[in-house]
T-cell receptor, first 111, second 116 residues
Framework: KQEVTQIPAALSVPEGENLVLNCSFT??????LQWFRQDPGKGLTSLLL?????REQTSGRLNASLDKSSGRSTLYIAASQPGDSATYLC??????????FGAGTRLTVKP | GAGVSQSPSNKVTEKGKDVELRCDPI?????LYWYRQSLGQGLEFLIY????????KSGLPSDRFSAERTGGSVSTLTIQRTQQEDSAVYLC??????????????FGSGTRLTVV
C-alpha cells in the first residue's frame, strides 16, 4: 500500500521567495505523479503531471521533478505570490486502484 | 462536458434521511473516483469505477454508503440514514485511463454535505 509523506506540513513565506515542497512515497512502482493545489473549501486543481519516464515538468513559475527510484518528488515555486496560498498535494499513481493522498503542504504567501 | 460536474454543490439534510450525490465525469473518461474530505482533514478514498469492471468499494466506511455508475458515465453516491459524522465535502474525480497509462485526474468542485 502506497504511503505518501509531504514535508513541510505548513510553510509561510514572504511574497517573492522561491520555495520547494517535498513529497516522498514508499512504492516506487508508479506510472506517474500528479501535483494538485486545493484552495480552502474548494476542489482540487491539477498543476503538473509527470510520467514515470520523465524527470521534470514545468508550467509557468512551477517546476516539478521526479526521482522515481528514490520515491521522491519536489515542487518548486518561483517568485511566490499571495495567490499561491493553498494546500499542495502530490499523488503518485501505481497499480492500486485508489489514489492515495498525503496530508499535503499548507502554503501561505504573505504580501 | 468541459469538466467534472457535481451536484448539488451544497446539501443540508436531517439526521436519518437518505441523500444522493451526483457526479458527471468528463465525456469519455473511463475511470471515476469518489473521495470525502472532512473539515481540516485529508482526502479519504471511498470507491473507484473503471469501465465495466466491478467497482473497488474498499473505501466505503459502512454499508450505509453505496455508489453506482450508470452506462459508464454518471455516478451517484447514496448515503442512507445519514449521521452527523457523514458531514464532509464529497469529491469526484475522473480520468481517461488506458492499460498501464494514466492521463491524470480531473476533480469536480465537490458537494458539501451537512447533516443536522
Amino acid at each position: 500500500k502506497q504511503e505518501v509523506t509531504q514535508i513541510p506540513a505548513a510553510l509561510s513565506v514572504p511574497e517573492g521567495e522561491n520555495l520547494v515542497l517535498n513529497c516522498s512515497f514508499t512504492d516506487s512502482a508508479i506510472y506517474n505523479l500528479q501535483w494538485f493545489r486545493q484552495d480552502p473549501g474548494k476542489g482540487l486543481t491539477s498543476l503538473l503531471l509527470i510520467q514515470s519516464s520523465q524527470r521534470e515538468q514545468t508550467s509557468g513559475r512551477l517546476n516539478a521533478s521526479l526521482d522515481k527510484s528514490s520515491g521522491r518528488s519536489t515542487l518548486y515555486i518561483a517568485a511566490s505570490q499571495p495567490g499561491d496560498s493553498a494546500t499542495y498535494l502530490c499523488v503518485p499513481r501505481g497499480n492500486n486502484n485508489d489514489m492515495r493522498f498525503g496530508a499535503g503542504t499548507r502554503l501561505t504567501v504573505k504580501p | 462536458g468541459a469538466g467534472v460536474s457535481q451536484s448539488p454543490s451544497n446539501k443540508v439534510t436531517e439526521k436519518g434521511k437518505d441523500v444522493e450525490l451526483r457526479c458527471d465525469p468528463i465525456s469519455g473518461h473511463t475511470a471515476l473516483y469518489w473521495y470525502r474530505q472532512s473539515l481540516g482533514q485529508g482526502l479519504e478514498f471511498l470507491i473507484y469505477f473503471q469501465g465495466n469492471s466491478a467497482p473497488d468499494k474498499s473505501g466505503l466506511p459502512s454499508d450505509r454508503f453505496s455508489a453506482e455508475r450508470t452506462g459508464g458515465s454518471v455516478s451517484t453516491l447514496t448515503i442512507q440514514r445519514t449521521q452527523q459524522e457523514d458531514s464532509a465535502v464529497y469529491l469526484c474525480a475522473s480520468s481517461l485511463d488506458r492499460v498501464m497509462i494514466n492521463y491524470g485526474y480531473t476533480f469536480g468542485s465537490g458537494t458539501r454535505l451537512t447533516v443536522v
